[in-house]
């Protein structure tokens, strides 16, 4: 048996038959790649599902004929239109809100290494800002509604790698003298935190390290490391400072 067949063969919907038939699905980005495969798996697998995209109304409609009556394409531009225009549209071919999302939407970034400015913005549009406010409103419609639910939502793996565009410059540009860190703060006193830093750093924040948030000049110290020729060992990493909050 060749590697395609062994691909094929993991492809059997019968298991799940019984835990997804009937239910409804919101799949983004659901026209192509792995959206389309997984409409067309709930699909087999008894599920009713909307699914949006930016293929145009032709192709939806022909992905629509080609799967039956449970599939239902909406022409929807994450980068572009409302959540709230997604929602009201599955809302209608679906009968109700799903309980069921899978925010899958995404696009690349032009360029390499060097990024085209509009298209990044593209990408935080689409992968960042619109994710986020779809799983926002599906949490909130579970929560009002005291329903059970699954949220699922596509990242990359090259979230991990830091030599990819756009989630990274470190490993990439290295070897041109560049090292690139993320100071990640804990509670810090600042005006964003509605805490004065020239006042009790202890209150209300007892079980968070310490006992108490951070000073700005703590954190600035850590800015100054990394930016400095003291940090060179130091690329593509995450630095904590938090007093320790994030180890739970």
């Not at 599939?71 to 997604?86: F, M, S």
């Amino acid at each position: 048996m060749g590697l395609k067949s062994k691909i094929k063969g993991t492809l059997r919907p019968g298991r799940y038959v019984e835990v997804m038939a009937g239910r409804a699905v919101l799949v983004t980005g659901g026209t192509s790649g792995i959206g389309r495969a997984t409409v067309e798996l709930l699909v087999r697998c008894g599920a009713e599902v909307a699914f949006a995209g930016r293929s145009g109304n032709r192709a939806l409609a022909e992905m629509e004929a080609e799967l039956g009556a449970t599939a239902h394409g909406i022409e929807y531009d994450a980068g572009r239109q409302p959540v709230g225009d997604l929602l009201a549209r599955a809302a209608g071919v679906l009968e109700g809100l799903p309980d069921y999302p899978f925010a899958n939407a995404g696009v690349y970034a032009d360029g390499e290494g060097v990024w085209d400015a509009d298209s990044v913005e593209r990408v935080l549009r689409v992968n960042l800002a619109a994710t986020i406010k779809l799983v926002n409103a599906f949490v909130g419609w579970l929560v009002t509604e005291g329903r059970r639910g699954a949220i699922v939502a596509t990242g990359s793996n090259r979230g991990f790698m830091p030599d990819a565009v756009p989630y990274g410059v470190a490993r990439e540009h290295y070897k041109d003298g560049i090292c690139a860190n993320v100071m990640a703060p804990g509670m810090t006193a600042s005006n964003i935190n509605g805490v004065d830093p020239a006042g009790d750093l202890a209150k209300g924040f007892a079980t968070i390290g310490e006992g108490r948030v951070i000073r700005p000049e703590e954190i600035a110290e850590v800015v100054l490391f990394l930016l400095s020729s003291r940090s060179l060992c130091i690329n593509g990493a995450v630095v904590p400072c938090d007093l320790g909050d994030s180890l739970r």
